[in-house]
């Protein structure tokens, strides 16, 4: 059974900085992994997919990376505004080509002006 | 483009009525929808699985009598909340999935209130 853990759960950062945020994965015979950023109330907003066979993916200021055999993504963004804070889930597929995503806690990333 | 969209976005009904979510995909074809719950300040849980013109796929410990599922076209998938109790309350969130790019799209979510 998947399980997905993010850390940190939480993070308090002044504009400017760039961060990361950590994301492990007890199964490795994923088929893709997405990234997502959720404001309060709302729904989820794709930022990123990277396919199994793939190491990274980058759009504007994210860039997120996968090591697959070690149950492993980070997701990178440089340069951190306040429009970013939001808090952002990891979901790695379960295995085999179901479509199911499997989603951690969170990290819930608020950017200080 | 990969618009998802979910109706209505907040509905309040008393307990012991009947609730139907709608979730559309807008601009593209979705052979494979999700529904998911989640409660606050956690993350989202998968409930079912919806294939166009079959029957759902529901996770263990989500009762399907409950919680009917109908996926009658590629474009739309409906969630019924049958005679719904206060404990129901929660965000419910569609999925739609692009053929062929395995990639989910999400819906801005429906707040149940039952009172």
């Known amino acids: 059974k998947q399980e997905v853990t993010q850390i940190p759960a939480a993070l308090s950062v002044p504009e400017g900085e760039n961060l990361v945020l950590n994301c492990s994965f007890t199964?490795?015979?994923?088929?893709?992994l997405q990234w997502f950023r959720q404001d309060p109330g709302k729904g989820l907003t794709s930022l990123l997919l990277?396919?199994?066979?793939?190491r990274e993916q980058t759009s504007g200021r994210l860039n997120a990376s996968l090591d697959k055999s070690s149950g492993r993504s980070t997701l990178y963004i440089a340069a951190s505004q306040p429009g970013d804070s939001a808090t952002y889930l990891c979901?790695?597929?379960?295995?085999?080509?179901?479509?199911?995503?499997?989603f951690g806690q969170g990290t819930t990333l608020q950017v200080k002006p | 483009g990969a618009v998802v969209s979910q109706h209505p976005s907040r509905v309040i009904c008393k307990s012991g009525t009947s609730v139907k979510i709608e979730c559309r995909s807008l601009d593209f074809q979705a052979t494979t929808m999700f529904w998911y719950r989640q409660f606050p300040k956690q993350s989202l849980m998968l409930m079912a699985t919806s294939n166009e013109g079959s029957k759902a796929t529901y996770e263990q410990g989500v009762e399907k009598d409950k919680f009917l599922i109908n996926h009658a076209s590629l474009t739309l998938s409906t969630l019924t909340v049958t005679s719904a109790h206060p404990e129901d309350s929660s965000f419910y969130i569609c999925?739609?999935?692009?053929?062929?790019?395995?990639?989910?799209?999400f819906g801005p979510g429906t707040r149940l209130t039952v009172l």
């Open positions: 999925s739609a999935q692009r053929y062929s790019y395995n990639e989910q799209f």
């Open positions: 979901a790695p597929t379960g295995s085999g080509n179901t479509g199911k995503l499997i």
């Open positions: 990277i396919q199994s066979s793939q």
């Open positions: 199964d490795s015979a994923i088929y893709n």
